[in-house]
């Protein structure tokens, strides 16, 4: 089947329906530059979906829980004995998904006749100022989506994670709207919820190309908020600790969301 | 089919033997744990000499563990610096303090560090503190090889805060082999600490107060005399320097973690209580 191209194009045109099919439930995870850090937050009570991977570094990742663990197992790794043998400021995120991470997705993809990795992933890494702030976005395939400027669009403060693609764009239309990156921590923490919501109706909704009302988005956010837990993080920006990773209880949150 | 670039095998990830030193061996990262053998052409049978040059002192008082050290680094009968931190904090709430060569010490702190850091970040959970304290203990283990060649001898003293099961600070010490002894009160390491176990026995027994009734400020007036005491007699020691205005490394661990103390109240707390 190799020896024919047009037989692995339809392979792989095959497989990427299949994992995007796969995908296509995941809850949204919304990850907000905010001024004294960066926030990660999704909805869900299954498993846990937002992770420390080192120092200025978190994931967030929705998928097959096998294939995110074998993938975080091996960022940690290799953060990590990079930052033992170097040290903390010389772990890279960059460095870490461009060149060892997608790699590795890319032709786990695209040899057929093995297993890909069914997951996509987000990762960010905290930087000084919020400028400095770097948001990846890694799919299955290896593709990587940055928060980066591009010929399209401005620099972004933020970054989603969606099972569909109309999820993700209106996601980000809502941010690019709604999100500053000097907001606090209150503001963050009612966008992302307000994000995720979005995301999450599309979800549901499928084929929608505009913004839900806002009123629709208030109540489907409480209708969700009533039903299961916050999921959240923080990396935050203070250099005076090394370790810059919190997770918030669902608690601390719930006193804070504007009704 | 190739995922072994990411450098993970494919057995389950997680097992006890697949802590962050051996995943440091497996890349040729850290020495390998091999007991060595004593130098086969040495004529006399050589004794192993302790070389444990510093004092580092811990004992549990009023507001939790205070572990102090002073800052004298030596080779032989040289003064090599005079302002080396033995002690190290290794997490939160957990602080390393060193008495041994120092380049091993220092690897080893590192390697513990990290270890912990690994840990919760791979199992998603904070290691218990008995954990902890069986992770020094190997990594002690494992460098006994050197030991036993006549270099890098470590006997540090470990502090830390047990969060969990029964909220209380927690003291240990080791011998070079790696054998951990809790204590109950005090605890003390290094050249100058038989001078020291001397005076922290005094005080608990039949001092004023005892030891864990101790404010802060009296605990830290006791740890500096104690300091001062050892470097009278052990040239290892540095005490203060009262010309250089070098203070011992004094840090307290306490349910809210750790704090250092800065110079300038150490400097007070010597004015007023020991000079």
């Known amino acids: ?259 | 089919m190739d995922r072994s670039q990411l450098g993970f095998d494919q057995n389950f990830s997680g097992a006890a033997d697949d802590d962050f030193p051996s995943l440091l061996r497996r890349k040729g990262l850290l020495a390998p744990a091999v007991i060595g053998s004593m130098p086969q052409n040495s004529r006399q049978q050589q004794t192993w000499q302790p070389t444990e040059a510093t004092t580092i002192l811990a004992f549990k008082f009023s507001g939790g563990v205070l572990v102090a050290g002073d800052r004298r680094a030596t080779a032989g009968n040289i003064v090599v610096y005079d302002r080396a931190d033995k002690v190290l904090e290794i997490d939160s709430h957990s602080i390393m303090a060193i008495a041994g060569v120092p380049a091993t010490a220092w690897e080893m702190a590192r390697v513990l560090e990290h270890s912990l850091q690994y840990f919760r970040r791979t199992q998603l959970q904070e290691m218990s503190v008995d954990g902890k304290v069986r992770a020094l203990s190997k990594l002690l283990r494992d460098n006994f090889g050197f030991v036993m060649q006549g270099v890098g001898v470590v006997v540090p003293i470990f502090a830390t805060y047990d969060g969990n099961s029964k909220p209380e600070a927690r003291l240990y010490f080791y011998d070079a082999m790696g054998a951990q002894f809790e204590a109950t009160d005090y605890a003390a390491t290094g050249s100058g600490s038989p001078a020291v176990r001397g005076i922290l026995y005094y005080e608990n027994t039949w001092g004023l107060k005892r030891l864990h009734k101790l404010s802060e400020q009296e605990a830290v007036s006791l740890a500096l005399r104690a300091l001062d005491t050892a470097a009278e007699s052990d040239t290892a020691t540095a005490g203060v320097d009262r010309s250089g205005k070098i203070y011992p490394v004094i840090k307290i661990v306490s349910r809210e973690g750790i704090t250092t103390l800065p110079e300038n109240k150490i400097a007070a707390v010597f004015k007023e209580m020991v000079a």
Do not use: C
């Open chain 1, 1 to 259: 089947m190799i020896e024919e191209p047009y037989r692995w194009v339809e392979a792989i045109a095959n497989r990427r329906e299949y994992i995007e099919g796969q995908l296509a439930p995941g809850s949204p995870i919304a990850a907000l530059g905010y001024r004294e850090g960066i926030l990660f937050v999704t909805l869900g009570q299954t498993r846990q979906k937002l992770f420390e991977v080192y120092d200025r570094i978190a994931m967030g990742a929705i998928g097959h829980p096998g294939d995110i663990e074998r993938l975080r197992m091996a960022a940690i790794e290799l953060a990590s004995t990079e930052g033992f043998t170097r040290s903390a400021a010389d772990v890279s995120l960059r460095r870490l998904v461009h060149y060892s991470l997608s790699p590795v997705m890319k032709s786990a993809f695209e040899q057929i006749y093995g297993p890909p990795y069914l997951t996509r992933m987000l990762f960010a890494e905290v930087g000084a100022r919020p400028e400095d702030d770097l948001f990846l976005r890694v799919e299955y395939d290896g593709e990587i989506a940055s928060n980066g400027a591009t010929y399209a669009r401005a620099r972004q403060d933020f970054a989603v994670l969606s099972g569909t693609r109309q999820s993700v764009e209106l996601m980000e239309a809502f941010l690019k709207s709604e999100h500053k990156p000097d907001a606090s921590f209150e503001v963050a923490v009612n966008s992302a919820l307000d994000a995720w919501s979005i995301g999450h109706m599309l979800l549901q909704a499928g084929e929608a190309k505009e913004l839900p009302a806002r009123d629709a988005i208030a109540q489907h956010r409480q209708e969700q908020l009533s039903i299961v837990a916050i999921e959240a993080a923080v990396l935050e920006r203070d250099s005076s600790r090394p370790i810059r990773y919190r997770s918030l209880a669902d608690k601390e949150l719930r006193s804070i969301i504007s009704r």
